[in-house]
């Protein structure tokens, strides 16, 4: 945890009628990481392995805690316009995306939007798209340990899990209940897709590397092979014995694959 | 005004076994409807029409009325059928909706026509109550708990300026919008029929309904919870430059009347007939993340509610005067006792529950008119 401590740093930037509150650490080329439905859990393992050759950029999406929303934004299009801003505003174009969940469908909608601020464009168990043959977990209607613990593939084996959510659990409030707020907001209806989203996609050119885990019980991985169709050359990569939560689950398996695809 | 007296019954669905609650996350919302009986369901809904119109004619004030969704212990998925019904099979009754879940309500001018048209068919007896709704309702209707305060308050204005603006006109609202407000079915009442809000716990209501000067409805909380809760009308009345009345203000608590004291105690039990089932859900359905904006303390404290009444022995949930049973004297004096520590100026009477009979129903209901009513307005 000491190294962890001294490889990032905190930063708040002004911006869209709110401060985008965010954590940086490593060197190379710009690496922007959207945390998923619950939101921020501060500087990762994952992170850690990827700040190896990459300067990691992981901000608190505006509504989840860290960053409070302003009045405007309700929806992942607005989202996606939200960090296009900071991309211009910080001048970080040209940078590359990772989005978990909830993130990777605001990545996506990134990459639809305007392409040409991003170089290539990772999707983890990414939100977004409507299953045919099977369901997205309803996690609005379970009790949310419930949800936490389906999200793993084996959470009593994993020391993220233990090191997250072992303490004691909090019901209510805190940030990772505003988290969940927003993610209701903005996903709660249609939940957790957008009908036009694979025909969207169809323009994207940036190279895409699509990862899910072979036994995510949240998103199925149906979802993964329709982002890889809809996006043209999109590769698929799937994490055995891993649930939903890959950057829990299998950090350095998972920054091992983002950083073969992201090598220049 | 004098103490007004309602009566009430959730309409409850009884052709289950509320044992299968160890099956389940709480007796409503996942509880598979293949345990639902529609033949029964038609012979219940029409005996509790019967029993309205027993109410109305021994005199009660009165009928008050409530919607749940995907709930087998209340049968009014829509409050405005009921009160259709009540419109046309009673007489003198006013029709006490609490109410309408605003929040859940895709069209709040349908909504406006409804209770426009309830209100001139009953000849103006409508008082037409609104809710947020729990939390489990914007599950059950599948609609943003993250929206259920603001939609509350725009269908609120949307549905008091299509009864009192002179239409047409445009509503280009948030969450609702409307190329053309002129409504064809306007109140009778003038300028609109009376509001009322009912709550439990929540503080962020009774400001609300203070502040528009609603009569508020405690729903049956403890008395000294319900105390607390008045004592924050007060204040908002004050701050808003009005004194509060006793018409500001009721309490439904739960009552049944028999001949003789050992039945009443018999029958009082139903009040608990699902032994407890109601409140067990998940802190999800009952407050979903979104629901509360400001107030986790009222959920909890709601919840603390809930849970004291479930985990109440019988003989202390009349102790406390959470259920009042016994032979009409008995009763009278507890309810005079409840009515005039609170000091409301609306009593409704929760009188029918679980697995009381017609036959009971009706002759609690006959004790409560021709006994209690009377002794209750002479003191």
Partial sequence: MTMAEQAYQEERMALADTELYLLKGGNGRPFLVLHGVEGHEGWLPFHDALAANATVYVPAHPGYGGTARPEWLETIVHQAVFYHWFIERAGLAGLDVVGFGIGGWIAAQMAVMCPQNLRRLVLVNAAGIHPQESDILDIFILPW???????????????????????????????????????????????MYDLSLPGMLGKVTLPTLVVWGADNHIIPPECGRLYRQAIPGATLHQIERCGHWPHFERPEELAGVIQTFLAP | ??????????????????????????????????????????????????????????????????????????????????????????????????????????????????????????????????????????????????????????????????????GPFRWEGKHFQYRVVNPWALPLQKPHPPMMVPGTASPETVIWAAKHRYPY???????????????????????????????????????????????????????????????????????????????????????????????????????????????????????????????????????????????????????????????????
């Avoid at chain 1, 909090?170 to 209806?189: D, H, K, L, N, V």
């Avoid at chain 2, 725009?154 to 299509?162: K, N, S, T, Y």
């Avoid at chain 2, 949930?317 to 004096?333: C, F, L, R, S």
Wanted: overall charge negative; hydrophobic content about 35%; charged content about 25%.
């Fill in chain 2, 217 to 379: 409805i405690v729903l049956g909380s403890f008395l000294e919870q319900t105390q607390e809760l008045i004592q924050i009308y007060r204040e908002t009345a004050e701050e808003v430059g009005y004194e509060m009345q006793p018409e500001n203000i009721g309490y439904l608590i739960r009552c049944f009347v028999s001949d003789t004291e050992e039945h009443a105690q018999e029958q009082g039990k139903n009040f608990f007939w699902q032994n407890g089932a109601l409140n067990k859900q998940p802190r999800e359905w009952m407050a979903p993340p979104g629901y509360a904006t400001v107030n986790v303390a009222g959920i909890r404290r709601l919840r603390a509610v809930s849970r004291a009444f479930d985990s109440l022995a019988y003989e202390e949930a009349q102790k406390n005067y959470q259920v009042v049973i016994g032979t009409p004297d008995q009763v009278i004096e507890k309810l005079r006792y409840v009515r005039d520590l609170l000091g409301v100026g609306h009593m409704c009477l929760w009188s029918q529950d679980g697995y009381m009979t017609h036959q009971d129903t009706v002759r609690s209901i006959e004790l409560f008119g021709k006994e209690v009513l009377p002794a209750l307005r002479d003191a």
């Fill in chain 1, 145 to 191: 340990k419930q949800v936490i613990e389906r999200g793993f593939y084996d959470a009593e084996a994993c020391p993220e899990y233990h090191r997250l959510y072992g303490g004691e659990w909090q019901e209510f409030g805190g940030p990772r209940e505003a988290g969940r707020t927003m993610s209701i907001r903005m996903c709660f209806r249609p939940f």
């Fill in chain 2, 1 to 166: 005004m004098a103490t007004q007296y309602y009566y009430f019954t959730e309409q409850p669905y009884t052709g289950y076994d509320p044992a299968v609650q160890e099956e389940h996350p709480a007796l409503r919302l996942t509880l598979p409807n293949s345990l639902y009986d529609s033949r029964l369901a038609s012979e219940l809904y029409n005996r509790y029409h019967d029993e309205y119109q027993v109410a109305d004619e021994v005199g009660y004030d009165g009928i008050m009325i409530n919607e749940h969704h995907t709930a087998p212990f209340c049968m009014q998925a829509s409050i405005n059928i009921t009160g259709a019904v009540l419109a046309k099979i009673t007489r003198r009754a006013k029709i006490i909706m609490l109410g309408n879940p605003l929040p859940v309500v895709d069209n709040p001018l349908r909504l406006a026509e409804e209770l426009a048209m309830i209100d001139c068919i009953s000849r103006g007896r409508l008082v037409s109550g609104v809710v947020r709704g729990g939390g489990v309702e914007s599950l059950a209707n599948n609609v943003n708990p993250a929206h259920n305060r603001e939609r509350f308050e725009e269908a609120h204005d949307l549905i008091i300026a299509a009864w009192t603006r002179p």
